[in-house]
Each structure stands twice: as C-alpha cells, then as structure tokens.
C-alpha cells in the first residue's frame, strides 16, 4: 500500500483546538475525583471512630499541605461539574456548533477559575 497521505507521528506538534483540551481536562479531573474520593472517605473514617481520632484529623487538616490538597480535590471537582453541565447542555443540542463550542470551553474555563478561587479563599 502506497499512501501520498502525510503522517504525523510527533504528538508534540498536534495543535488540538480549545474544546478538546477542556474535555481532556474533564476526564482528567473524573480521575482526579476517583483518587481523591479514597482520601476523603479516609478521611471520614478517622472522623467518626473516635474523639480522639477527630482531633488529630482536625488538627492535620490545619497544616498548608492538607488544605493544599482539600483544595486541589475541590478545584478537580469544580471543574468536574462546570464541565459536566456544559457536557449537559451539548447533549440537549445547546452549544453543538464550531463557535458556540469555543465559547463553552472559554466560558467553562472562565467560571471554573472563579469558583476555584473562590474555593481557595474559603480553605485558606
């Protein structure tokens, strides 16, 4: 087979478009979810065996790094569901076409940055 096609193999040089790396940052964010969901749940765990467990699980989640990582899980699930709703709202026919797409993903990226920084300042 002799193809005259052009193959580009290099995945460096692929130029993806707006929507797709906001639906790569969706799937993303779902496995940052899942992951996050087994700390959380952790979390819970220690929480509800005991006083004591309680405090040091209170007294944990008052460290940088802890609310460093509660805030990365909310940011994943922020984005989750501004995504998801846009995801809604294309699979009712909204948002389908070439620009109305680009402008979903500006739009979700613009209210999921706001959120997630109002998410920030509530954890910190």
Same mark, same amino acid.
């Given at each position: 087979?002799?193809?005259?096609?052009?193959?580009?193999?290099?995945?460096?040089? +692929? &130029?993806?478009?707006?929507?797709?790396?906001?639906?790569?940052?969706?799937?993303?964010?779902? @496995?940052?979810?899942?992951?996050?969901? /087994?700390?959380?749940?952790?979390?819970?765990?220690?929480?509800?065996? *005991?006083?004591?467990? %309680?405090?040091?699980?209170?007294?944990?989640?008052?460290? /940088?790094? =802890?609310? %460093?990582?509660?805030? %990365?899980?909310?940011?994943?699930? +922020?984005?989750?569901?501004?995504?998801?709703? &846009?995801?809604?709202?294309?699979? @009712?026919?909204?948002?389908?076409?070439?620009?109305?797409?680009?402008?979903? *993903?500006?739009?979700? @990226?613009?209210?999921?940055?706001?959120?997630?920084?109002? =998410?920030?300042?509530?954890?910190?």
């Amino acid at each position: 087979m002799n193809s005259k096609r052009p193959v580009n193999l290099d995945i460096t040089t +692929i &130029k993806l478009p707006l929507p797709a790396y906001t639906s790569i940052l969706h799937r993303l964010s779902g @496995i940052l979810l899942f992951i996050g969901a /087994g700390l959380l749940i952790y979390a819970l765990d220690l929480s509800l065996a *005991s006083e004591e467990s %309680f405090a040091e699980l209170k007294a944990l989640m008052s460290s /940088g790094l =802890a609310k %460093f990582i509660l805030w %990365f899980l909310l940011s994943g699930l +922020i984005y989750h569901f501004v995504a998801g709703v &846009k995801h809604l709202l294309m699979d @009712i026919g909204i948002g389908e076409e070439l620009e109305s797409g680009r402008a979903g *993903s500006v739009l979700t @990226i613009v209210v999921s940055a706001a959120l997630i920084v109002l =998410a920030g300042v509530w954890v910190w």
